[in-house]
C-alpha cells in the first residue's frame, strides 16, 4: 500500500507547477492551533458563510454538531469553500454534543463558548499562548446549549456599542477568526500544520483537483503490486 506521501508525489505530476506552488503557499497559511465548532445551526446560509471565512482565514477544521438540525450536504453556497476544509460531523445521537467536546478535549483544544457571561473576557484580550482553541457557536434563536455552557474552559465575547443585543452568528464568527489569526501570526507560537498534517491536507486537495484523481491513485497501486 503506498504511503499517502507517495501518493502525494505522485499526484503532483498531475497538476501545473502554478497548481503546485499554490498547494505550497496555501499549506504554509493553515492553521489548526484555531477551529470552529458550530452547535445545531439552523439556516444553511449560516454554516456556508461561516466556512468560507474559515478558508479565507486560513483554518483548516471545522466541527458540525447536528442534534435537531443537520448539515446540508447539498448547499451551493459553500461548495467551493468545503472542499478545501476537513469537516467533522458529530451526529448520530440525541444529543451529539458531549462526543465533540470530549473529542475536542482528547485533541488539546480548549472549549471556548462565544457567548456573553459573567467569567467572559473580550476576543482581543484572549490569551493564545495557552494551547488550542476551539470556538463554540450555537444556533440562531437559543446560542449554545447548557452542556456547552456547563463544559467550557473560557468564555468570550465580541464588542458591541449599539442597541442591538447579539450579531449574527457567521458575523460573530468571521470577527473571532479575525481577530484571532491576525494575532496569532504576529505571535511566537508555532501554529502551523505539522509535517503529517500538511500531508493528509495535500492530498485532500490534490484528490479534489483532479478529476480522476481515484483512477490514477488505483493504477499508481497496481503498479507497486507488480514492482514497477
Not at 445551526?41 to 479565507?56: F, G, I, K, P
Not at 476544509?85 to 485533541?107: D, F
Not at 470556538?135 to 468564555?155: H, K, Q, R, W
Not at 468571521?174 to 494575532?183: D, G, H, K
Request: hydrophobic fraction near 35%; include cysteine.
Amino acid at each position: 500500500m503506498r504511503t499517502e506521501r507517495e501518493q502525494l508525489e505522485y499526484l503532483k505530476n498531475f497538476v501545473t507547477d502554478e497548481r503546485n506552488h499554490l498547494f505550497d503557499r496555501l499549506l504554509q497559511e493553515r492553521t489548526d492551533y484555531v477551529t470552529v465548532v458550530l452547535e445545531d445551526l439552523y439556516q444553511s446560509h449560516n454554516q456556508s458563510a461561516v466556512m468560507r471565512t474559515a478558508d479565507c482565514m486560513g483554518l483548516q477544521h471545522i466541527h458540525i454538531i447536528e442534534n435537531r438540525n443537520c448539515y446540508d450536504v447539498s448547499s451551493t453556497v459553500s461548495q467551493g469553500a468545503r472542499e478545501w476544509l476537513t469537516l467533522h460531523r458529530y451526529r448520530g445521537e440525541q444529543n451529539n454534543t458531549p462526543a465533540a467536546i470530549r473529542q475536542l478535549r482528547e485533541a488539546g483544544y480548549r472549549i471556548i463558548a462565544t457567548t456573553p457571561h459573567t467569567q467572559d473576557v473580550l476576543i482581543d484580550d484572549l490569551d493564545l499562548q495557552k494551547g488550542k482553541m476551539a470556538f463554540f457557536f450555537g444556533t440562531e434563536l437559543t446560542g449554545l446549549s447548557e452542556t456547552v455552557i456547563n463544559e467550557a474552559d473560557e468564555f468570550v465575547k465580541v464588542p458591541m456599542y449599539g442597541f442591538t443585543e447579539s450579531l449574527n452568528v457567521s458575523v460573530c464568527a468571521a470577527l473571532i477568526m479575525y481577530s484571532v489569526v491576525q494575532r496569532l501570526k504576529t505571535s511566537a507560537i508555532n501554529w502551523h500544520l505539522d509535517e503529517a498534517e500538511q500531508v493528509r491536507v495535500a492530498l485532500q486537495w490534490y484528490k479534489h483537483s483532479i478529476k480522476s484523481s481515484k483512477q490514477i491513485l488505483e493504477r499508481f497501486e497496481e503498479k507497486e503490486e507488480i514492482g514497477l
